[in-house]
């Protein structure tokens, strides 16, 4: 469709075009904006960007907004829709603008030139009708490209994203070029509600938090453990098979191997305060396990025949969210990573490289996330934020890209500016059953903390000279706690049979064949597969009705027919009725499905 932009130029994009949307998504805040200052009076206006699916607008308002106001505002902006009054740039010296804003009293717009745009001559606004506001664009011509929006929900915040600052009101919705779109997306957002994490993680009692303990702190209940134990025996096996050694190390360590890594001060605002002993020493719980990996790869000398040294851990970091940033196990504030280091030649880094990509590959499509992309993170050469020989990241960022081309990842999208400081990256997002984007998998090349300036690792070169390796960063699940809260939603708590808490029950038509299902329960039990028996005076429709809501992939009907013939009545999940099948059958059939872990 064309899309007409305030410059005059006329776009062609689909309806779907993310870039598009941000811009229709940018107008309608303004909108949205300029119908909470109709309607109330002393407002201030924040900053109205675009975010994934949606926009909000930060205002700061004595009236406290809630869903009750929702269609008030809903209505003014339908209104000004109809006006159709276009979006106007207006250009305008520093201190003119300062002028106009005191003039309108917005004084957090006013500080924001003053300190975030101090070094810009000109700055822009843009006006609708009576409605002019502080913005770099750019905006639809006119509103009349809006085909529908909706309010979405109010929510606390502060100014520039400051706790010391004041506080606002963040009101949040979206648009689209069409109610079908719309109403496809309240779809989604229906459905997710069915499958959030932490209603279900409650309901199938998996995990819980606890304000005793702390918030941001996760209890791992005996089923959802049991979950998480899958995971990590599913990465222990990717790890043997590739030639990694597994370690244990402290969740604290002295401040001074913190000091040393960079991470303290620098990362102060998301780390617990140390912790000071009698003796002087001090200590750090730690927010990362990379200097920890470091000290073992320094307990002895290393020589260039022991590269690549692959070592991993299921890493337990601390990291402290603010209280409004905490949201299930999607934001925590203690967490297990399925940590990796690698320390290896310069020449090595490449294959090295390409075996992380493919364990990632592994891990995220035995899962089921077959539907992602992968962002590659570069420097951006006109910024002084990275350390490292300039040569260093040429090289490493060609050698990554190459491994990418190579393996023809899908959706590959390099974004300079994105690396970290210490390196480029590689970061797999991807998507689930719901269209949801999550950032998991990432592999990191590091040249900073190996460097003389930081550790200081060496190994001898074949030359017999010492030398410094590059440290690669990996983590295909990111952390246990996030990638199950994703995984919770993504299979909607119905876990495939190898990860399933509960993988078949058994259930009895009649207490009086109790005794029968008990060998039944020792045969599956002997043969590794988690299975419990229901054997209550219910009736058997009860019963079944119960497993399902369980959500238990297989359910084995017994009665007198049944232990007559050592069978069961097996009922699946996912094809329904099975009939009568020898309980051995039953047995490998399962054991098959567990072991080449089937969706």
């Known amino acids: 469709m064309k899309v007409k932009l305030v410059d005059g130029s006329l776009k062609d994009y689909d309806r779907t075009d993310s870039q598009a949307l941000d811009i229709l998504r940018h107008s309608t805040a303004h909108l949205m904006a300029r119908a909470v200052m109709r309607l109330y009076s002393d407002v201030q206006l924040a900053f109205g960007p675009t975010v994934e699916n949606g926009f909000y607008y930060d205002f700061a308002m004595e009236h406290r907004l809630t869903e009750e106001d929702f269609p008030a505002i809903e209505t003014e902006m339908k209104r000004f829709i109809k006006l159709d009054e276009e979006f106007e740039r207006i250009e305008m010296p520093h201190q003119e603008a300062i002028e106009l804003l005191q003039g309108t009293g917005q004084t957090l717009k006013v500080e924001h030139i003053n300190e975030g745009l101090a070094g810009e001559q000109t700055v822009s606004f843009y006006r609708q009708g009576e409605f002019v506001d502080l913005c770099r664009g750019p905006h639809i011509s006119s509103p009349r490209f809006i085909g529908a929006f909706k309010l979405a929900s109010v929510a606390g915040a502060y100014w520039k994203g400051d706790a010391s600052k004041q506080q606002l009101q963040r009101l949040y919705g979206t648009a689209f070029f069409d109610k079908k779109d719309l109403a496809e997306y309240l779809q989604r957002i229906e459905e997710a509600k069915k499958r959030d994490h932490r209603v279900l993680g409650k309901q199938h009692e998996l995990f819980a938090v606890d304000s005793r303990v702390g918030q941001g702190l996760i209890l791992w209940l005996p089923k959802g453990t049991i979950v998480r134990r899958q995971l990590e025996n599913f990465i222990s096996e990717e790890l043997v098979k590739r030639g990694y050694q597994q370690i244990c190390t402290p969740v604290i360590g002295n401040i001074e191997l913190f000091k040393t890594s960079g991470h303290y001060p620098y990362y102060a605002d998301s780390q617990f305060p140390p912790v000071k002993m009698q003796d002087g020493d001090e200590f750090l719980l730690r927010p990362m396990n990379c200097p920890h990996h470091i000290m073992v790869y320094m307990q002895k000398p290393r020589s260039y025949r022991d590269l690549p040294y692959r070592i991993a851990e ?286």
């Open 314 to 599: 299921f890493g337990c970091v601390h990291r402290f969210e603010q209280s409004g940033e905490l949201s299930g196990m999607t934001r925590v504030r203690g967490f297990t990573q399925d940590d990796a280091h690698i320390f290896c030649m310069p020449e090595q880094v490449e294959e090295e490289f390409r075996g992380c990509i493919d364990m990632t590959l592994t891990v995220l499509q035995t899962l089921g996330f077959s539907n992602f992309e992968v962002r590659l993170s570069f420097r951006d050469w006109t910024s002084d934020k990275y350390v490292g020989a300039p040569e260093n990241w040429k090289i490493a960022q060609a050698a990554l890209e190459k491994v990418c081309r190579e393996m023809d990842l899908p959706n590959l999208e390099i974004v300079e500016g994105e690396a970290a400081f210490y390196g480029p990256k590689a970061d797999f997002v991807v998507k689930d059953c719901l269209g949801r984007r999550w950032q998991l998998g990432t592999v990191q090349l590091d040249y900073n903390l190996p460097s003389p300036e930081r550790f200081n690792l060496e190994y001898t070169g074949a030359d017999n000279k010492p030398h410094t390796p590059v440290m690669i960063h990996r983590a295909p699940l990111g952390s246990f706690e996030r990638f199950c809260g994703i995984l919770i939603e993504h299979f909607a708590a119905a876990f495939p049979l190898w990860l399933a808490p509960e993988q078949i029950r058994i259930l009895t038509v009649s207490d009086k064949f109790g005794d029968y299902g008990e060998v039944v329960l020792r045969k599956l039990q002997a043969a590794g597969l988690r299975a419990a028996l229901d054997n209550r005076g219910e009736k058997i429709g009860a019963k079944i009705r119960e497993g399902r809501l369980d959500l238990v992939p297989y359910l084995a009907v017994v009665g007198a027919k049944e232990a007559e013939n050592g069978s069961v009545a097996l009922r699946s999940r996912k094809e329904g009725e099975l009939g009568e099948i020898n309980v051995d059958t039953v047995v490998e059939k399962l054991k098959e499905e567990v072991r080449i872990r089937a969706l």
